[in-house]
């Protein structure tokens, strides 16, 4: 149960004025749902204006703050012509105030003639004259406080003043909270308390508050994912040994590399502990992983238990279950896919058994966690691709069964090391740090867009030699209709001069569509994958040798690895072309730079770091792929290892959260919505 005193904060956006339904979807979209959403909402950025006593002491593109007095009212009478102010200064220099659109009613009633008022706005030159468009504030009373102007993130709907009222209205609804930071850091770093530096985050640049309050989210998943930990190692969970029986009738066309044995033995340590195993398996594209999760399976059902592998999406389940299908048919164990699409007698079919022990390994999507899927002794669960999935998902795995499985985590995402403890809390790490022998670095080249033709030259040619390639067409956030849009037109192009060897793939398909689709692929009958992102994870066609990517700069660092990374997985030589718009940012330009240079993923994903982490001067939040949304990138890299010491501090003298830091940290938990965390504790 959340603490009553948190109560206000979680109060409901409608309890805000002027919350009504056609704000309700700007706001959902910004996710502002209550109370504690807005005090959260920080500005990107703020606009200073100076304050002028007249027009001569300003600059032209200074952001100013004046007072004026209204001598005519002209124009407006068409939309095509603006609506004109002309006023004066108090030493009579003059400055017009234009208003284009429909706003020359308003304008009037707000500056009538003969009376000064205060106008905050960017004073441009235009002609001999100056002049402010659209002023960003008019008001009679004084000026104060709009001297610096908070910058909020917007959604369509939204206007800067509408938010920063709803905003500063969150603000009067905040309470005292308990302290939940060790007083001594505090007064080290200087940090206001946590109500103070919520009010000053929204006032100015204040790197203190901005940095407390980013602390304290971080605090609040360190201190989440150590209360998994522990609760963790205190679950029941079974030991398996395996006897090798099954391993040894594997009849893999190649030897395991270094890398892959090292993490099978790890792997093998942990289930032979009764506690249950938290392991994550990082490797890069196409170092192996799934060769290593079939060894973990196959230890899991010679100790007798049943195995499951958890992938991401439809594809991706399919995909993995003919490989380990294949990989597995001299074993002679019963594995089975199992997805939300099975109905009727199949799905029957495959929970009884589930519940009967007579399948050894499942794979499929998370299907095979809900309710009512029933096992006969779930030993291991294998999760691929394991930061599409949260921390709430892992715990209902935790949850199927008295004993709680084993659970081996896969990611391909070479997140740096700062990051793995944000995402991964205190979890074991093995690295597949050696790709397998014979791989060929991928050629990866930079063209323009307008080279169009010819990349379909060079597509026509990658065809006679019965290669295949890939064609990933860009998602652009916050317009799924046009980046269809968008990729269907490039489809048709490509299908008008390949015919039916190109196939389409994206993420509205149907289920079945997109399989259909894909299979196609994988067998060889399509040459061509015209695709969005959906193609991102795990795929995996060793004879497409090309691949293509239109707007490459759009795309992270991190992301573009991933992509790339679906080439270059035969023996053939792979090539990547990236296409590029005509202006670049100076980042765009350093990122497509490094793609040439380097395919070490985790040297791309700290440069990805660094990229995205300069520049923030107020620390925007730019952390998409982090689970934190007030924490900037470089608040994690500083701040994210004291966080953690602190919890682990916390925990250990207060094992349990007791004590009054140990309750502050209780509220701490909730008011950042990681209160899985808590309940993991009453639960032990
Ligand atoms: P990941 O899931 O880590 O991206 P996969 O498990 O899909 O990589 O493996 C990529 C490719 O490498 C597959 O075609 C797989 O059969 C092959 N492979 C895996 N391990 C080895 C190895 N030790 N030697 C040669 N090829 C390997
Ligand atoms: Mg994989």
Redesign the pocket.
Known sequence: MRPDLLTPLFASAESLKGVGATLARPLEKLGLRRIRDFAYHLPDRFVHRRQLADLTEGGVGEQVLIQLTPLEHRGGGSPRTPFRVLCEDAKGSTCALVYFGRNAGWAKKQLPLGEARWIAGRLDQFGQSLQIVHPDHVSAEGALGQVVEPIYPLSEGLTQGRLGALVGQALTHLVDLPEWIEPGLMAKMGWPDWRSSLTAAHKDENKLARDRLAYDELLANSLALMLVRASNRRAAGQSLRGDGRLRAKLN??????GA?QRSVREIEGDLAQSAPMLRLLQ???????????LNALLIAVEAGAQGALLAPTEILARQHFE?LRRMATPVGVNIALFTGRDKGKVRESILMGLMDGSIDIVVGTHAIFQDGVQYKNLGLAVI?EQHRFGVGQRLMLAQKGKRTPHCLA?T?TPIPRTLTLAQYGEMDVSR?DEL???RQAIDTRVLAAERFGDVVAALERHFATGQQAYWVCPMVRDSEVVDLAAAETRFAELADRFGDAVVLVHGQLKPEEKDAAMERFASGGAKLLVATTVIEV?V?V?NATLMVIEQAERFGLAQLHQLR?RVG??SEKSTCLLLRGETLSEVARERLALMRETQDGFRLAEEDLRLRGGGELLGTRQSGDTPFRVASLDQITRLLPVAHDDARLLMERDGGLVGPRGEAARVLLYLFERDWGVQLLRGG
């Not at 893999?252 to 590399?257: D, E, G, I, N, V």
């Open positions: 893999l066309p190649f030897a395991l590399t892959q490797g890069d594209v196409g170092s192996g992983k799934t060769v290593v999760a490989t691929d896969m391909a597949l397998p022998p014979g795990g995996d060793p990374g997985r035969g």
